[in-house]
T-cell receptor, first 115, second 113 residues
Framework: GAVVSQHPSWVICKSGTSVKIECRSLDFQATTMFWYRQFPKQSLMLMATSNEGSKATYEQGVEKDKFLINHASLTLSTLTVTSAHPEDSSFYIC???????????FGNGTRLTVT | AQSVTQLGSHVSVSEGALVLLRCNYS??????LFWYVQYPNQGLQLLLK??????LVKGINGFEAEFKKSETSFHLTKPSAHMSDAAEYFC???????????FGQGTRLTINP
């Protein structure tokens, strides 16, 4: 069964609005979750590492004020795209790791379209 | 620093033929290597991984890969392609502890009937 649940699977929003994407670890407590972004026909780019109970670590070039990450519990991390613009349209995927050295489990992704 | 290069953005094979997807990596530390598969509009599913030990690793769906340190390669193979193998395949590298993954550009595999 699924290890990671990501919701919603797709969302359409208007420019200037904010969108929240949830990532839930179903089978284990995840102290660390990762958020990736994937443009059409391209690879996954790590956006940020979400740490439970502390601030997320953002990759170079990712605006932390635009992509707000909250990891308030061991099973839930949220990514909020604030003041969305059409160029934010993309496929966002979260992943979790059950323990050190274990492989990542990925959610099914969220396709965001900003009109 | 780490990087991954997947040779060939698109590979097409006939059903029943050998599948070979190429991956070369660069890593300043002993690498952990992974192959993931992605179906349209879905997340990634782990096919197999190499961390330490045996260099030939077997994964799900009949896939296997061999870690060759001298060639800095981790090519993915399957002896006989099936129509259901059509998907996007990503090679990825990380340092010990499977920390942040760095992905290759992906290879789209098409299976011809």
């Amino acid at each position: 069964g699924a290890v990671v649940s990501q919701h919603p699977s797709w969302v359409i929003c208007k420019s200037g609005t904010s969108v929240k994407i949830e990532c839930r670890s179903l089978d284990f407590q995840a102290t660390t979750m990762f958020w990736y972004r994937q443009f059409p026909k391209q690879s996954l780019m790590l956006m940020a590492t979400s740490n439970e109970g502390s601030k997320a670590t953002y990759e170079q070039g990712v605006e932390k004020d635009k992509f707000l990450i909250n990891h308030a519990s061991l099973t839930l991390s949220t990514l909020t795209v604030t003041s969305a613009h059409p160029e934010d349209s993309s496929f966002y995927i979260c992943s979790v790791r059950s323990s050190y050295n274990s492989p990542l489990h990925f959610g099914n992704g969220t396709r965001l379209t900003v009109t | 620093a780490q990087s991954v290069t997947q040779l060939g953005s698109h590979v097409s094979v006939s059903e029943g033929a050998l599948v070979l997807l190429r991956c070369n990596y660069s890593s300043s530390v002993p690498p952990y290597l992974f192959w993931y598969v992605q179906y349209p509009n879905q997340g990634l599913q782990l096919l197999l991984k190499y961390t330490t030990g045996a260099t030939l690793v077997k994964g799900i769906n009949g896939f296997e890969a061999e870690f060759k340190k001298s060639e800095t390669s981790f090519h993915l193979t399957k002896p006989s392609a099936h129509m259901s193998d059509a998907a996007e395949y990503f090679c990825a590298v990380s340092g010990q502890g499977a920390q942040k993954l760095v992905f290759g550009q992906g290879t789209r595999l098409t299976i011809n009937p």
